[in-house]
T-cell receptor, first 109, second 113 residues
Framework: EDKVVQSPLSLVVHEGDTVTLNCSYE??????LLWYKQEKKAPTFLFMLTSSGIEKKSGRLSSILDKKELSSILNITATQTGDSAIYLCAVVWNNDMRFGAGTRLTVKP | KAGVTQTPRYLIKTRGQQVTLSCSPI?????VSWYQQTPGQGLQFLFE???????NKGNFPGRFSGRQFSNSRSEMNVSTLELGDSALYLCASSSRDRDYEQYFGPGTRLTVT
């Protein structure tokens, strides 16, 4: 069965720490993997990844896809309290799209 | 540019009724996708419309349907509501397709009693 698994489910760190969030998938005919940040209600788009080994970067956030390992990581360096949120990954294949359960990140001052 | 708007924001319905939710995308965006979010199942993809055509569909029963108008506004309809349909329904628009940069609306919170 096609699935998307995120780990860890929950993470508590202190400001200034670096975190690495994982997303692994088992789907056929992979098309893309997306990362979102969800704070209150609506998710906000972070990255779209389609090619292995090419890092996408935005400020302190970066992400990379490994098609061989069927996984992606999202890195956040020098975390701030404003990074506290649920981070979702989603995988698109064929006509479907599936989200992982998310990683709840809490950054303490 | 105005963001994605959804109406209504909150809705309470009774089992067996039907409901229609509306989504107005960002001006110029032709792709509108719908999602259901529940504590138990997380965020799930319902369907995507592009230029008035349903382009992709998730694994939901036929009670869930949608349409898109020529101005890209989209509606989602759920017939014969069940308690399990209680959820936050989100729509998102994109200038290209759902795996391009999507902008989400605030959602419609549907409660079925």
């Amino acid at each position: 069965e096609d699935k998307v698994v995120q780990s860890p489910l929950s993470l508590v760190v202190h400001e200034g720490d670096t975190v690495t969030l994982n997303c692994s998938y088992e789907v056929t005919n992979f098309r893309s993997l997306l990362w979102y940040k969800q704070e209150k209600k609506a998710p906000t788009f972070l990255f779209m990844l389609t090619s292995s080994g090419i890092e996408k970067k935005s400020g302190r956030l970066s992400s990379i896809l490994d098609k061989k390992e069927l996984s992606s990581i999202l890195n956040i360096t020098a975390t701030q309290t404003g990074d506290s949120a649920i981070y979702l990954c989603a995988v698109v294949w064929n006509n479907d799209m599936r989200f992982g359960a998310g990683t709840r990140l809490t950054v303490k001052p | 540019k105005a963001g994605v708007t959804q109406t209504p924001r909150y809705l309470i319905k009774t089992r067996g009724q039907q409901v229609t939710l509306s989504c107005s995308p960002i001006s110029g965006h032709r792709s509108v996708s719908w999602y259901q979010q529940t504590p138990g199942q997380g965020l799930q993809f319902l369907f995507e419309y592009f230029s008035e055509t349903q382009r992709n569909k998730g694994n939901f029963p036929g009670r869930f349907s949608g349409r898109q108008f020529s101005n890209s506004r989209s509606e989602m309809n759920v017939s014969t509501l069940e308690l399990g349909d209680s959820a936050l329904y989100l729509c998102a628009s994109s200038s290209r397709d759902r795996d391009y940069e999507q902008y989400f609306g605030p959602g419609t919170r549907l409660t079925v009693t």
